[in-house]
């Protein structure tokens, strides 16, 4: 049986996340390690085949705003060469064993026709497309040619004539 994984969220990466930290949703909270009654965890995710720590925190009073922040966080960012407009989307996977995981893809987001279509990856497997946006799933382009008009064509009569 093939390892299963589930979307967790996607950003564009912003000058903040960027230089300081990347806030997760609150409505993704479950998805991630808990807490446990403290406010920071390291837990690891996969980008490409290498595991990356990341330090996981929560703030103590208040709004309970999660973020994927400090040195581990600024590693990642620096080692991916992300830039602000880059993709961040996080996976949660789980083994043939039942256990679970974290995997993440970092890239350039595209559009067409100003609709975002996915982000282009950068991976051990090449560019990979995923989308971002239900838009992608929607989106289809048929092109279809028509014959040539021939008979308005005087070109074409006259080649013809040849």
Same mark, same amino acid.
Do not use: C
């Given at each position: ?8 969220? &996607? +950003? ?32 690891q995710?996969l980008?490409? =085949? ?6 996981? =925190? ?7 705003? &999660?973020?994927?922040s ?29 256990? &679970?995981?974290y995997?993440? +893809?970092?890239?350039?987001?595209i ?11 950068? &991976? ?12 992608g ?26």
């Amino acid at each position: 049986m093939a390892a299963q994984s589930k979307h967790v969220f &996607s +950003k564009i990466l912003t000058v903040t996340d960027i230089k300081k930290r990347l806030a997760v949703p609150s409505a993704i909270q479950r998805s991630l390690p808990p807490f446990n009654g403290g406010h920071i965890v390291t837990f690891q995710f996969l980008h490409g =085949t290498r595991p990356w720590p990341i330090r996981y =925190t929560i703030r103590r009073k208040g709004y309970k705003k &999660s973020v994927f922040s400090g040195q581990l966080w600024k590693s990642f960012v620096i080692y991916n060469s992300l830039n602000v407009g880059d993709g961040f989307i996080l996976y949660i996977g789980q083994g043939e064993d039942g256990s &679970s995981y974290y995997r993440v +893809k970092v890239g350039r987001e595209i559009h067409f026709f100003g609709i975002p279509q996915g982000i282009i990856t950068r &991976s051990h497997q090449g560019l990979l497309r995923q989308p971002t946006t239900p838009y992608g799933a929607e989106l289809d382009l048929t092109l279809a040619l028509a014959p040539p008009n021939v008979e308005g064509n005087s070109m074409i009569g006259s080649m013809a004539r040849l």
